[in-house]
T-cell receptor
Framework: KAGVTQTPRYLIKTRGQQVTLSCSPI?????VSWYQQTPGQGLQFLFE???????NKGNFPGRFSGRQFSNSRSEMNVSTLELGDSALYLC??????????????FGPGTRLTVT | GESVGLHLPTLSVQEGDNSIINCAYS??????FIWYKQESGKGPQFIID?????DKRQGQRVTVLLNKTVKHLSLQIAATQPGDSAVYFC??????????FGKGTRLHILP
């Protein structure tokens, strides 16, 4: 089975721009979660989508948004980029419905640098 | 608020020795914990999980111990190998099922 794929792997943007990151989950997985990883804050939950609906959201400003398509692929968007948005953005997929295992499979991440 | 945290940011272990990575949590109602391994340039990889109705769970060369009295869990890696070099995270589902990760412990393997 192919793993979780994320594109692009690396991205350099300027302050004020917007960016869209893409994630393709493992085939058959309907849950996609997004995380931001920085050296200072560690891994922080952004949001989770399940069957095209946002099921959960972390404590990030409204500049961070996402969506999920009918094939379970997901995108996240960050508008009006700030220097502090520089991070590794990780996507994780799982088959879980509520109450089942939390076993998630992570992609390699997209390294976003904001200058 | 809820939190999980690791005691040490870095741990150095001789190859062949056992490694013990510790994690503390704050919510006494927490009932499920997960350990992840993140190698350089990769996303985290699920290692093992444990539910609060267990004190111990074993996998391949790994054992997780849960002490609910002191709200502490540990990951033990037997006969540490160079391939075990990574950052290890403990995590738990917080309120509303949001996964909360600890800061991570970087495991260095000494030759």
């Amino acid at each position: 089975k192919a793993g979780v794929t994320q594109t692009p792997r690396y991205l350099i943007k300027t302050r004020g721009q917007q960016v869209t990151l893409s994630c393709s989950p493992i085939s058959g997985h309907r849950s996609v979660s997004w995380y931001q990883q920085t050296p200072g804050q560690g891994l922080q939950f952004l949001f989770e989508y399940f069957s095209e609906t946002q099921r959960n959201k972390g404590n990030f400003p409204g500049r961070f948004s996402g969506r999920q398509f009918s094939n379970s692929r997901s995108e996240m968007n960050v508008s009006t980029l700030e220097l502090g948005d520089s991070a590794l953005y990780l996507c994780a997929s799982s088959s879980r419905g509520r109450g089942s295992s939390y076993e998630q499979y992570f992609g390699p991440g997209t390294r976003l640098t904001v200058t | 608020g809820e939190s999980v945290g690791l005691h040490l940011p870095t741990l150095s272990v001789q190859e062949g020795d056992n490694s013990i990575i510790n994690c503390a949590y704050s919510n006494s109602a927490s009932d499920y914990f997960i350990w992840y391994k993140q190698e350089s340039g990769k996303g985290p990889q699920f290692i093992i999980d444990i539910r609060s109705n267990m004190d111990k769970r074993q996998g391949q060369r790994v054992t997780v111990l849960l002490n609910k009295t002191v709200k502490h869990l540990s990951l033990q890696i037997a006969a540490t190998q160079p391939g075990d070099s990574a950052v290890y995270f403990c995590a738990e589902p917080g309120r509303d099922d949001k996964i909360i990760f600890g800061k991570g412990t970087r495991l260095h393997i000494l030759p």
